[in-house]
């Protein structure tokens, strides 16, 4: 069982910030990695942030510099602090995590609800 819940989304100006957060109920599970992808109107859910167990983290490029990554691996949770914010950024941000059962070698993706995040003035 992996349940993902999300916090964090609402409305900014633009040039403001944003801290989401996710937190992660496993049970009987290895999580391998936590990220944020986002949907905006009109357009495919993309990656935004990505950070494995090794510590390797993954950008867009249209973030890199604003966003950053972090995870809590004693709690099972991880946050995107989004800075600079720019109207582009508007879109429901989904946290992700993928996981292994234990025991077991094949990874499955979970995905929480996802939140709001509007950047207009």
């Known amino acids: 069982q992996v349940q993902l819940a999300e916090s964090g989304g609402g409305l900014v100006q633009p040039g403001g910030s944003l801290r989401l957060s996710c937190a992660a109920s496993v049970s009987g599970f290895d999580i391998n990695a936590m990220g944020w992808f986002r949907q905006a109107p009109g357009k495919e859910r993309e990656l935004v942030a990505r950070?494995?167990?090794?510590?390797?983290?993954t950008y867009a490029d249209s973030v890199k510099g604003r966003f950053t990554i972090s995870r809590d691996n004693a709690k099972i949770a991880v946050y995107l602090q989004m800075n600079s914010l720019k109207p582009e950024d508007t879109a429901v941000y989904y946290c992700?995590?993928?996981?292994?059962?234990?025991?077991?070698?094949?990874?499955?993706?979970?995905w929480g609800q996802g939140t709001q995040v509007t950047v207009s003035s």
């Open positions: 992700h995590a993928a996981a292994t059962r234990a025991y077991h070698i094949l990874t499955r993706d979970y």
């Open positions: 950070l494995t167990d090794d510590g390797t983290t």
